[in-house]
């Protein structure tokens, strides 16, 4: 099945030319079917990058998704221009009133900030704290899993020595967990950044599961209240030369980075990665839209 998205959004030609089935507005209106509600708080500087990303893993599945993009309206966007912005995203204050099947909050280069002084922290709590009335299930990735297990159950994270960037194994922590059916006993997921969680709290906090994790780089998939909230805190949407591109950018911002590990073949950033992560991606990401969407939302909201 199709994923809804704008006719000129410029994902669109990417992901037709990789064989994403996609739609415009005019032809899902004459299918008579009730589609899912997906809105994308997307606080990735590259925003056009994180859209083809997370658009790609949301249009492989048997659903119709409609997706609605949001930015914060407390924070301007240096790397994504004012038209786009405009055509595309909405704010808070215009979807506020709605209900969605689904919300996805992204990472963002904020996280050696304390949370509190993240300039658009106060328009995210409202933002986390609307989505527990308004929202079936919310998936947070990266800083948003930080952000989200530091507002609602007050986890803390934890500045690390070094920045973890790279390719790392994982293991399951909870086989039962529908969120992870279909998952190989060892799989492998992108992860880039600077703060881990504070495991002792995570470890004592009963209504935070973890269900997944790796030995290098830590916490990995968690979840709470049965789905409503689903914190991440890697990128598997990432491309295959997404960390590529990252360690590119930092070597020219003169930052002098590690080369991401597990990521380039012996170790060579002039050698092409291989992505190991792209089917645990689309599972991910469809069976979080089937078991705690599609299968847990009303079909008319109140």
């Known amino acids: 099945m199709p994923i809804k998205i704008p006719r000129l959004l410029p994902a669109r030609e990417i992901l037709e030319n990789e064989n994403i089935f996609v739609m415009d507005e005019d032809r899902a209106l004459s299918q008579d079917i009730r ?8 606080l990735m500087p590259e925003k056009q990058m994180e859209e083809a990303q997370l658009l790609r893993l ?10 609605s993009f949001m930015r914060t309206a407390t924070h301007e966007s240096r790397h994504t221009s004012h038209l786009h912005l405009e055509q595309f995203y909405t704010v808070f204050s215009e979807i506020c009133h709605k209900k969605f099947d689904g919300l996805i909050i992204t990472g963002a280069p904020v996280e050696q900030i304390p949370f509190t002084e993240v300039d658009y922290w106060n328009e995210l709590k409202e933002i986390m ?8 299930s919310t998936l947070h990735i990266c800083w948003g899993a930080q952000a989200a297990l530091y507002y609602h159950f007050g986890i803390n994270k934890v500045l690390l020595p070094e920045k973890i960037s790279g390719v790392f194994s994982h293991t399951l922590n909870d086989r039962t967990e529908k969120l992870l059916r279909g998952f190989d006993d060892v799989y492998f997921a992108p992860h880039s950044r600077y703060t881990g969680l504070d495991q002792e709290a995570l470890a004592n906090h009963p ?5 997944s994790s790796s030995k290098e780089a830590g916490p990995f998939i968690l979840l709470a209240n049965g789905g409503k909230q689903i914190m991440v805190t890697g990128h598997l949407e990432y491309d295959s030369e997404t960390l590529s591109v990252e360690y590119n950018r930092d070597m020219k911002k003169g930052v ?3 080369i991401p590990q597990h990521y380039f073949p012996n170790d060579d950033p002039s050698d092409k990665p291989v992505n190991r ?14 078991y705690y969407v599609y299968q847990e939302t009303p079909y008319s909201w109140e």
């Not at 589609?35 to 997307?42: C, D, G, K, V």
């Not at 949301?58 to 997706?67: C, E, I, K």
């Not at 704290?129 to 079936?136: G, H, Y």
Request: hydrophobic share 45%; aromatic share 8%; charged share 10%.
């Open 207 to 211: 209504e935070v599961k973890l269900l």
């Open 129 to 136: 704290e609307w989505s527990k009335s308004s929202v079936t």
């Open 35 to 42: 589609p899912l509600n997906i809105l994308i708080l997307n």
């Open 58 to 67: 949301l249009g492989n599945t048997p659903l119709q998704v409609n997706v």
């Open 256 to 258: 002098h980075p590690h």
């Open 277 to 290: 992560w792209r089917s645990h991606a689309h599972l991910l990401f469809s069976n979080w839209l089937n």
